[in-house]
């Protein structure tokens, strides 16, 4: 595999947002998001064999002080992830080794040759990522009740799309969460953001059943920061 970090932090997004968890990510994307905030991870990385990979996780796992626990939540994201065939048998091996597995996706890649113990997070590109329409609509059939769906939100028109594609297809009923999360503004300038507030008042007059989420770790941490 190819990878360009594993470090631990705390999730920064998910309904496990807040949690201690061990990052793992894999180099190179076939998606040009304008919004993209990881285009660090589009080229370059070290090879690393499924053996490797699950042997830094571990080491960071026990790095818990004397009263501490290991961490057992890890997170596998990119880049795509879902690029690399090895995917699916570092995801197999994780959870083998008592790990929490989950799978950050853009949704684009069929996510249903995952081990089912694996939580899937699988965005939805809206339009003004510039990648609409790529998500593989055969997804829907293998998203489970652990897994969640991620809207990605820069405008009212992004909004909208995320709200309609979320009723016409019943999300909520199928998956764990529904997560509307506000594009946050390029520290260097390249792209604006969506208010928070904003994003709030939206799915509060329109009543929706789905979570907002924020980037906690870009609260945490200076947003231009990798490996947190």
Same mark, same amino acid.
């Given at each position: 595999?190819?990878i360009? &970090? ?19 990510r894999l180099?190179?994307c076939?998606l040009r998001?304008? /919004? ?5 991870a589009f080229?370059?990385?070290?090879k690393? *064999?499924? &053996?490797d990979?699950l042997?830094? =996780?571990?080491?960071?796992? &026990?790095? *818990?002080?004397?009263t501490g626990?290991?961490? #057992?939540l =890890? ?14 048998? #570092?995801s197999?091996a994780l ?6 597995v989950?799978i950050?996706? *853009?949704?684009?890649r069929?996510? $249903? ?9 699988? @965005? !939805?590109?809206c339009? @003004?990522s ?5 998500? @593989?609509?055969?997804?829907?059939? =293998?998203l *489970?009740?652990?897994? &969640?769906?991620?809207? !990605?939100?820069a ?16 999300l909520?009923?199928h998956?764990?969460?529904?997560i509307?999360?506000? !594009?946050?503004? @390029?520290p260097? $300038?390249? /792209?604006? $953001? ?5 994003l ?7 009543g #929706?059943? !789905?979570r ?13 920061t990798?490996?947190?």
């Amino acid at each position: 595999m190819v990878i360009t &970090e594993i470090f631990r932090s705390i999730q920064g997004e998910s309904t496990r947002a807040g949690l201690p968890c061990i990052f793992v990510r894999l180099t190179g994307c076939n998606l040009r998001c304008v /919004w993209c905030d990881t285009a660090y991870a589009f080229h370059g990385g070290t090879k690393m *064999s499924v &053996e490797d990979v699950l042997s830094r =996780v571990r080491g960071l796992s &026990e790095l *818990s002080g004397s009263t501490g626990s290991p961490i #057992l939540l =890890v997170e596998i994201t990119g880049g795509e992830p879902l690029l690399q065939p090895e995917t699916p048998a #570092l995801s197999k091996a994780l959870f083998a080794a008592g790990y929490t597995v989950m799978i950050e996706t *853009s949704g684009e890649r069929y996510i $249903g040759d995952l081990p089912a113990e694996v939580i899937k997070i699988a @965005d !939805v590109k809206c339009p @003004d990522s510039a990648e609409g329409g790529t998500f @593989d609509m055969a997804n829907l059939g =293998v998203l *489970s009740a652990r897994d &969640e769906m991620k809207f !990605v939100i820069a405008s009212r028109r992004d909004y909208e799309f995320a709200r309609n594609f979320a009723a016409e297809h019943n999300l909520s009923a199928h998956v764990h969460q529904v997560i509307f999360s506000p !594009v946050s503004p @390029d520290p260097a $300038g390249s /792209w604006p $953001g969506l208010s928070a507030r904003e994003l709030t008042e939206w799915i509060l007059a329109d009543g #929706l059943p !789905v979570r907002l989420g924020l980037q906690l770790h870009k609260f945490i941490w200076d947003p231009a920061t990798h490996g947190v």
